[in-house]
Each structure stands twice: as C-alpha cells, then as structure tokens.
T-cell receptor
Framework: SQTIHQWPATLVQPVGSPLSLECTVE??????LYWYRQAAGRGLQLLFY??????ISSEVPQNLSASRPQDRQFILSSKKLLLSDSGFYLC???????????FGDGTRLSIL | GQQLNQSPQSMFIQEGEDVSMNCTSS?????WLWYKQDPGEGPVLLIA?????ELTSNGRLTAQFGITRKDSFLNISASIPSDVGIYFC????????????????FGQGTILTVHP
C-alpha cells in the first residue's frame, strides 16, 4: 500500500533562517505531488505542485520554493524565513490527475 | 483563486443527531471529494464521487454528487464524539479540465462539535 511521510512534525525557526521540509511517498511511482499551507486550521492554500521529476509549478508568489529531486521526494524550502511563513504545511500525493489526493500528517512551522 | 461555498461554517450537535453539510460552486467539477481533518493532522479522504447524481455511502456517512455538477452534500447519521473535526469538500477537474493537473478547489470547512 502507499504511504506518505512528512518531517519534521514540528519546527521552530528564527526569522531569516533557511527552511527545508521533506515529503516522501512510498509504494507508487510517478505520483503527482502537492504542497499546501493551512492557516488557523481552515482553508488549504495550494503552494506548489509537481507532475514529474524536476517539474515544479507555483500557484502563488511567495518566499518559498519547491524541488523534486527524485520521483517520490518533494521538498519545500526557503532561503530566509519571514514571520508570515508560520503555518501548517501539508504535502499530498495522487496517482494521477483524475484521482483524489492523499495527505501527510503535516509540519507545524513557527517563526520567532 | 476560486473557492467553494461550504456551509455551515460550524455545527454544535448532540451525540446521536444527524448532520448535513453542503458545498456549492459557480463552475462544474468532474470529481467531488469529502475530507475530515482532526486537530494537528492532515485531512483524510472520506468519500470520493465521480459521476453526476452519484450517491455513495461509507458507514454512517453518505455523500452525493449534484446533478448540475456544481454541488455536493455530506450527511452523517447518528453522530458520535469521534466525529468531531473539520470537514472539507473539494472539487477536482482532473485531466478533462485540460491543464488542471489534478488540483483541488477546497471549501473553507465545517467545524463539527459533538456533545456527549
């Protein structure tokens, strides 16, 4: 069966520090991958999506970037974190563009 | 971007009561999805609907894909305390939408509280 892993579960970072959140999927190949941010437990905002290795599309302009160095690995990064980057970050995958997405357990990011 | 209109925003009910929530959209979707999110966790898929008019059940949950393809509802029968959480609807165009890449459009969620 397929599983999705996100880490770390929680992260506290100072303003201006770099960020790297990792997401991996097991048990499937060539999945669609997605990064979301959720503020205050409501409303999921799509940040990035990828339909293949090295293919990244951004949905909103922001301080973050994404990369897909391997088929089942999706990384969310920042060179310098802002206070406004705080939130709950969720990774999701789907087998293809016609199937539902399945979410990881998320990373709670707090910026001090 | 586009958002779905999900209602109600919150519900406070007694254990054993039935619950109904719905989502409407100004545009059509090819797939409707319902997710539940517990505090501090990612959303979990409850029901997926692929065909206009489709009525699907998953235990005490029943969801329907509206005939117009612009709406969906979720019913929970005989609620129990573990039903507490946030319920999200989501619409998906899929490949038929051209370059949608399986992206989901989410409702703002319904917060469900169940009193024992």
């Amino acid at each position: 069966s397929q599983t999705i892993h996100q880490w770390p579960a929680t992260l506290v970072q100072p303003v201006g520090s770099p960020l790297s959140l990792e997401c991996t999927v097991e048990g499937t190949s060539n999945p669609n991958l997605y990064w979301y941010r959720q503020a205050a437990g409501r409303g999921l905002q799509l940040l990035f999506y990828s339909v293949g290795i090295g293919q990244i599309s951004s949905e909103v302009p922001q301080n973050l970037s994404a990369s897909r160095p391997q088929d089942r690995q999706f990384i969310l990064s920042s060179k310098k974190l802002l206070l406004s980057d705080s939130g709950f970050y969720l990774c999701a995958w789907s087998p293809d563009s016609n199937q539902p997405q399945h979410f990881g357990d998320g990373t709670r990011l707090s910026i001090l | 971007g586009q958002q779905l209109n999900q209602s109600p925003q919150s519900m406070f009910i007694q254990e054993g009561e039935d619950v109904s929530m719905n989502c409407t959209s100004s545009s059509i979707f090819n797939t409707w999805l319902w997710y539940k999110q517990d505090p501090g966790e990612g959303p979990v898929l409850l029901i997926a609907l692929y065909k206009a008019g489709e009525l699907t059940s998953n235990g005490r949950l029943t969801a329907q894909f509206g005939i117009t393809r612009k709406d969906s509802f979720l019913n929970i029968s005989a609620s129990i305390p573990s039903d507490v959480g946030i319920y999200f609807c989501a619409g998906q165009l899929g490949d038929a939408g051209g370059t949608s890449y399986g992206k989901l459009t989410f409702g703002q969620g319904t917060i469900l509280t169940v009193h024992p």
